[in-house]
């Protein structure tokens, strides 16, 4: 049994992209390996969804199970691209060196994973970064620990190029039957069995400035990062039903009985903490349908017609009578005013 503490980790919905990759390119069908373990792939639209940490943990060692490779979490990391890590992600290609980088990664660690906790320690050579499982949340399988530390390896060689590499990896995982595949995705020697996971970078390669820096681009991005994390720890039902909404409305509006199925709750509890926090499932649903129908008619490669189904309407009319209540306006006038 997984305890309350690891079912309440979590990580950013998106890493499961360049695991499906890593599967497709083994030939195994990723929509039905997901499917196979309860994961809904269409879930990834929403850039906000979190994924529990012990489903994260089940898919990549499904992976191992249905290769046969020992290192299918080196493998899926090897598949990671920058936009998988949203702000984050362009914010380190933005940063002024590797190092920059590492630093904005722990600042926004929780927006990645809230399992694991990060620090860094340096000397006048040689900086460290230490990763382990956060307290109470037992130890991570080891093809986790692959894909966790190798993102992070993978993430510095997009900036500076394969040539980056760690003077030296030390392993918590136990070691494997072939190590020579962890020191070749790694280019470090690299030690099993430790107390913790360190990575270590001689300090000269990693404050090598970068031709990529932008400070500009940087600053924006850590702001959307960190406008996300406030959110984040600022829970609330409200946010987690707007979650929900979005993801059903191409299929029709749900009830808000459906939202409630989806989040745990009876239909009276999700009422009660709605009110509470002042406002109700209805307000909820004509908001997220406003708000996604001035995104949509902004977008210059989406008519009003894709609109009105991507938003639950049966009929685009039904959206255009709609629309026009809510703003007085059309949606094709609206379309038209904002691409002016």
Known sequence: MVGDAQQNASVMGAFILPVATALRLRGEDPLQVMADIGLDPARVANPEWRLPEADMQRLLQRGVALT???AFGLFAALQLQPQVLRSLGLAWLASDTVYDGLRRMIRFS?????????RLEEDEELVRLYSHHALGLGDMIPCAVDF????IVRMCRLTMGEYLAPVSVQMVRPPPTDSQRWEYQFAAPVSFGESENCLSWSRSDIEEPLVTGDPGLARVNDEHSQA???SFFNHSTSRD???RIIERLPDGPPSQRQIADALHLSNRTLQRKLKEEGTSFMDLLQDTR???A???LRSPGRSVVETAYLLGFSEPSTFSRAFKRWTGQA????REQSHH
């Open 68 to 70: 046969g490779d020992e």
């Open 110 to 118: 929780q927006l990645l994973t809230t399992g694991s906790d990060l």
């Open 148 to 151: 966790g530390l190798a993102v």
């Open 228 to 230: 996300y994390l406030d």
């Open 241 to 243: 039903v707007v979650g």
């Open 290 to 292: 406003l708000q996604l």
């Open 294 to 296: 001035r995104k949509y």
């Open 331 to 334: 949606p094709a006038q609206y």
